[in-house]
C-alpha cells in the first residue's frame, strides 16, 4: 500500500473509532497518545500533520483577534506559532499598513518574501515567476482577511480600509503582470468581491 494511500485509511479509521467516543474519551485519548513518537512511519506522519493542523488553527484564531483588536502582541504570538509560514508575517504586514506604517509594512512584507523563498527552494531549470506569483497570492489574501475584518468594524474606519485597499490594488497590478488570463479569472472570483480596484484587471 502507498504511504499516501495508508495515511488516509488511517484518518478514516481513526475517525470512525473517534465517532463512537464521548469527548471526554476523546481528550483523555489525545491526552495519552502521541503518534509521533509511534514506531510506525504513517502514525508518525500523521501526529506531525495534526500538531501543524493545530498550530495552524491556533494562530488563524491569533490573526483574526489580532486584525480586530488591533493588537501587534496576537500576531507575533501568531507567527511564533507557524515561524515558517509566510502568510504570518503578511498579516503583519497588513496590519501595519492599515496603521498606516509604510516602513512597517515594507519590512514584514521582505520578512514575508524571505521565509517564502527558504521554504520553496528553486527548482532545477524552472522559472522563478511561478514562485513570485505564489507569494504575491500569499500577500494578497492576507491584505484581504484584514479587509474583511476592518469592513465588520462598528464603527467603520474608512481610512484603514483605503490604505488596505490601496496595497491590495497596487499587489493585484503587480500580480497581473505575472499570471495568465485563467489565473486573473480565478483570482477575481477569489478576491475582487468586494474591491474595486478600477483600472486592474
Avoid at 503518534?35 to 488563524?60: C, I, M
Avoid at 520553496?120 to 511561478?130: L, M, R
Wanted: hydrophobic share 40%; glycine share 6%; proline share 5%.
Amino acid at each position: 500500500m502507498r504511504p499516501r494511500r495508508a495515511l488516509v485509511l488511517l484518518l478514516v479509521v481513526a475517525s470512525v473509532a473517534m465517532a463512537a467516543c464521548t469527548p471526554q474519551e476523546l481528550g483523555e485519548f489525545f491526552a495519552t497518545t502521541d503518534l509521533r513518537t509511534s514506531d510506525n512511519p504513517t502514525e508518525v506522519a500523521a501526529g506531525h500533520a495534526g500538531e501543524a493542523l493545530d498550530a495552524d488553527r491556533a494562530a488563524q484564531q491569533l490573526v483574526d483577534e489580532g486584525l480586530r483588536d488591533k493588537s501587534r502582541e496576537k500576531l507575533t504570538e501568531a507567527y511564533r506559532l507557524r515561524p515558517q509560514d509566510a502568510r504570518y508575517r503578511a498579516y503583519v504586514a497588513a496590519q501595519r499598513v492599515a496603521d498606516g506604517n509604510r516602513e512597517g509594512y515594507t519590512d514584514f512584507l521582505l520578512r514575508s518574501s524571505r521565509i517564502y523563498v527558504q521554504d520553496h527552494p528553486p527548482i532545477p531549470g524552472a522559472s522563478s515567476t511561478g514562485r513570485i506569483r505564489e507569494w504575491i497570492l500569499v500577500v494578497l489574501g492576507a491584505l484581504d482577511r484584514a479587509l474583511s475584518i476592518e469592513r465588520q468594524r462598528t464603527p467603520l474606519e474608512p481610512d484603514r480600509i483605503d490604505r488596505l485597499e490601496t496595497e491590495f490594488c497596487s499587489g493585484l497590478s503587480v500580480y497581473d503582470q505575472y499570471g495568465s488570463p485563467v489565473e486573473k479569472d480565478v483570482f477575481d472570483l477569489l478576491f475582487l468581491a468586494d474591491t474595486d480596484c478600477a483600472g486592474v484587471g
